[in-house]
């Protein structure tokens, strides 16, 4: 059982919108601006999309965005694109011992 | 350009310990502020982040492994060097080292990941 809580799957047609979300507790997702999106196609290792809650490094298209309110942070893809179906894991830092948590992750079906 | 690659056995037997080494060019683990971290994925599962080693040397395990993990670094080799001790099944999966610029908490680039299975 993971830390942070994901939807197991979410699914968009080509040029809609989807969101993402991420369920910590005041520890980790909650208590810290520390939280990060990485994207993921099979047999490859993880990119990351999104740090610091809403930051995009460079080179990241700006169609993804990260929130957050309360415990919850959230990724949104806008503008789906067939290249965007992946698995995405979000990630904070947490003041328990561990560190850094991530969360079970999405599949995201561009369908 | 910053790259990182993973080295190390690709089949362990069980209590044996694992030996993994992160290679990196692109930057130094001197600068101020700059980290390196573990994190697996045993197959078809989540990512868990396992140890972080600082530019100043300071050390942060998970804690469910702490007992069975060191991590260290060469800074004249540029490596950092995980080894887990005690090595079972369970442990099967892809190991990433990854590096944490300074001033970020985000993993912002990752090594291809070295495939790990455990099984006598």
């Known amino acids: 059982q993971s830390a942070l809580t994901q939807p197991a799957s979410v699914s968009g047609s080509p040029g809609q919108s989807i969101t993402i979300s991420c369920t910590g507790t005041?520890?980790?997702?909650?208590?810290?601006?520390?939280v990060s999106w990485y994207q993921q196609h099979p047999g490859k290792a993880p990119k990351l999309m999104i740090y610091d809650v809403s930051n995009r490094p460079s080179g990241v298209s700006n169609r993804f965005s990260g929130s957050k309110s309360g415990n919850t942070a959230s990724l949104t893809i806008s503008g789906l694109q067939a290249e965007d179906e992946a698995d995405y894991y979000c990630s904070s830092y947490t003041s328990s011992s561990t560190y850094w948590v991530f969360g079970g992750g999405t599949k995201l079906t561009v369908l | 350009q910053v790259t990182l690659r993973e080295s190390g056995p690709a089949l362990v037997k069980p209590t044996q310990t694992l030996t993994l080494t992160c290679t990196f060019s692109g930057f130094s683990l001197s600068t101020s502020g700059m980290c390196v971290s573990w994190i697996r994925q045993p197959p078809g599962k989540a990512l868990e982040w396992l140890a972080r080693i600082d530019w100043d040397d300071d050390k942060y395990y998970s804690t469910s492994l702490k007992t069975r993990l060191t991590i260290s670094k060469d800074t004249s080799k540029n490596q950092v060097v995980l080894t887990m001790t005690n090595m079972d099944p369970v442990d099967t999966a892809t190991y990433y080292c990854?590096?944490?610029?300074?001033?970020?908490?985000?993993?912002?680039?990752w090594g291809q990941g070295t495939m790990v299975t455990v099984s006598s």
């Open positions: 005041s520890s980790d997702v909650g208590g810290y601006n520390y």
């Open positions: 990854a590096r944490i610029p300074a001033s970020w908490s985000a993993f912002d680039i």
